[in-house]
């Protein structure tokens, strides 16, 4: 095996270490009665993976609703905007969870596990338990 391929190969391991090291559970992530004093009856301002950090166009407005409903708009819509489907949300075993039928089927957004962490002040953050999706940044909206 050339020199090459053995940094390519420890490069990719590494990466795949990485991957997996983000996709594991805080000792200060929130318990399933915190997420859902957080988040039940409110309206989330989500910002997916890969958006640009600061334009509001790839926010994503959901109302989390306090009957387990979740209203999901698509990104850039605004919070006054119609349900683009109504899904369903619970939490599981410390997690986050949520079940689409169509947003997102292409991504895999549509279903979702993750861990819940605040980040800083009204900062948060989901982290997809299967280390897929990465980290989706939210606040509570106003």
Same mark, same amino acid.
């Given at each position: 095996?050339?020199?090459?391929?053995?940094?390519?190969?420890? %490069?990719?391991?590494?990466?795949?270490?990485?991957?997996? %090291?983000? +996709?594991?559970?805080? +000792?200060?992530?929130?318990?399933?009665? @915190?997420?859902?004093?957080?988040?039940?009856? #409110?309206?989330? @301002?989500?910002?997916?993976?890969?958006?640009?950090?600061?334009?509001?166009?790839?926010?994503?407005?959901?109302?989390?609703?306090?009957?387990?409903?979740?209203? +999901?708009?698509?990104?850039?819509?605004?919070?006054?905007?119609?349900?683009? @489907?109504?899904?369903?949300?619970?939490?599981?075993?410390?997690?986050?969870?949520?079940?689409?039928?169509?947003?997102?089927?292409?991504?895999?957004?549509? +279903?979702?596990?993750?861990?819940?962490? #605040?980040?800083?002040?009204?900062?948060?953050?989901?982290?997809?338990?299967?280390? #897929?999706?990465?980290?989706?940044?939210?606040?509570?909206? #106003?």
């Amino acid at each position: 095996m050339s020199l090459r391929t053995c940094a390519h190969c420890f %490069a990719h391991a590494l990466c795949l270490i990485s991957l997996a %090291a983000t +996709a594991q559970p805080l +000792a200060t992530d929130l318990r399933d009665q @915190e997420i859902r004093d957080l988040i039940a009856g #409110k309206r989330l @301002e989500l910002r997916f993976a890969g958006a640009p950090p600061t334009s509001p166009n790839f926010l994503s407005h959901w109302n989390f609703r306090a009957d387990g409903s979740l209203c +999901a708009r698509l990104i850039g819509s605004g919070p006054q905007t119609g349900c683009a @489907e109504v899904g369903r949300w619970r939490t599981q075993s410390n997690t986050l969870c949520w079940q689409l039928t169509t947003i997102g089927t292409t991504t895999g957004i549509n +279903a979702s596990c993750g861990w819940v962490r #605040k980040v800083s002040g009204e900062a948060y953050e989901i982290v997809d338990v299967s280390g #897929k999706l990465g980290s989706t940044a939210f606040s509570i909206g #106003k």
